[in-house]
């Protein structure tokens, strides 16, 4: 789509997301959605939270789960990285790929990614930061959402 600079979207599964705050988009909402739709995409509201939360209870977690067998069956990143699949953007499989620009941790906004390592698991665990300042995260007693202090 040549309407975008380059880098500001990636289609993921027939899905594409973009970032109209991303520096270099200079068109208003209205205009980027006909340019995706001339491109062949619609419009849809899709929520980060939504999508996870439909979730929770749901998911056997087993650890290394390929992705492919998410929701149903998933560890840390393969679940995080199948909600933003379904939200039309693209992760790496591996957690250590998905590490991208730190932040501060305040304000929190919902789909920060949260690392953490702890001596159960010294190669680390990976949680998102949903639209209520609780964090979501799949884990031996499956998916769940829980306060991000409680997480962290």
């Not at 289609?11 to 109209?20: I, K, N, S, V």
């Not at 998905?98 to 305040?106: E, L, N, P, R």
């Amino acid at each position: 789509m040549e309407d975008f600079p380059k880098g500001y979207y990636i289609p993921y599964e027939g899905r594409c997301a973009l970032d109209l705050d991303a520096p270099g988009i200079t068109v208003d909402d209205n205009t980027a959605i006909e340019i995706l739709a001339r491109n062949g995409f619609t419009h849809q509201d899709l929520s980060l939270s939504s999508t996870a939360r439909e979730q929770i209870g749901k998911v056997k977690y087993k650890h290394r789960a390929e992705t492919h067998l998410a929701p149903e069956i998933a560890d840390c990143t393969s679940i995080i990285r199948w909600i933003y699949g379904m939200n039309g953007i693209w992760l790496p499989r591996r957690m250590l790929s998905q590490f991208g620009t730190s932040v501060m941790t305040k304000p929190l906004k919902e789909g920060d990614l949260v690392f953490i390592n702890s001596p159960k698991k010294p190669s680390g665990h990976v949680g998102m930061v949903t639209d209520k300042e609780t964090v979501v995260h799949a884990n031996e007693k499956g998916f769940e959402e829980i306060p991000y202090t409680q997480f962290v």
